[in-house]
């Protein structure tokens, strides 16, 4: 079973910042956060890990609570291209569990 | 670099007919995974490889699946015969492996429809 919880479904205005958030609660001390984005009709692509300091990449920014009990993937100015289902999973060395993700829906 | 490179792209056959897959990860990786994926559902994994060996294949329905990975590169994913409920989205990922925490690497996968 995936070991996270995420919203089933979220809307954002286009330009507008994007916050998917994620609960973790059983995470352990050397598991990482990933999250990836699907977008219809193709595999899941990477966004961004971390492991308990906050992270930035071109993409988004992960944001880690300091009990590590749950993140926030931020997409900054979001565009119509970011809607796509969003999972985030926390595993260690190469186990990945997915779950059912969040559906973001960039509105116009 | 070149992604992960899955054909065929889509597949339709019969009930009871064979079907294979195959993936060409990204050069380099020596960690390659199939999972399937069932419409409005998460990817699940049906099988991993560290190069040649598979380490992790506890959801792979033997009965009818199998897999291999050759000279630890290129895979195939075969199905005999298929049934109506193997109707999804077949999906091959890589990544650098080891006890590195390095991420998965999605092909775009192959459809399968079984009528």
């Known amino acids: 079973d995936a070991k996270t919880t995420q919203p089933p479904s979220m809307d954002c205005a286009e330009g507008r910042a994007a916050n998917l958030p994620c609960n973790h609660s059983?995470?352990?001390?050397?598991?990482?956060v990933y999250w990836y984005r699907q977008i219809h009709s193709q595999g899941p692509q990477y966004i961004i890990h971390?492991?308990?300091n906050n992270e930035t990449n071109e993409m988004a920014s992960l944001i880690i609570t300091e009990d590590r009990k749950s993140s926030t993937l931020i997409l900054p100015h979001a565009t119509l291209r970011d809607t796509a289902v969003y999972y985030c999973?926390?595993?260690?060395?190469?186990?990945?569990?997915f779950g059912p993700g969040t559906r973001l829906s960039v509105l116009p | 670099e070149a992604g992960v490179v899955q054909s065929p792209r889509y597949k339709i056959i019969e009930k009871k007919q064979p079907v294979a897959f195959w993936c060409n990860p990204i050069?380099?990786?020596?960690?390659l995974y199939w999972y399937r994926q069932n419409l409005g559902q998460g990817p699940e994994l049906l099988i991993r490889?560290?190069?040649?060996?598979?380490?992790?294949d506890s959801q792979l329905p033997k009965d009818r699946f199998s897999a291999e990975r050759l000279k630890g590169v290129d895979s195939t994913l075969k199905i005999q015969p298929a049934e109506l409920g193997d109707s999804a989205v077949y999906l091959c990922?890589?990544?650098?492996?080891?006890?590195?925490?390095?991420?998965?690497?999605f092909g775009n996968g192959t459809r399968l429809t079984v009528t």
């Open positions: 490889y560290e190069n040649e060996e598979a380490v992790d």
């Open positions: 999973i926390v595993g260690y060395g190469q186990n990945f569990v």
């Open positions: 050069s380099g990786h020596n960690t």
């Open positions: 990922a890589s990544s650098l492996g080891g006890r590195q925490n390095s991420p998965l690497h």
């Open positions: 971390g492991l308990k």
């Open positions: 059983t995470i352990s001390g050397n598991e990482y």
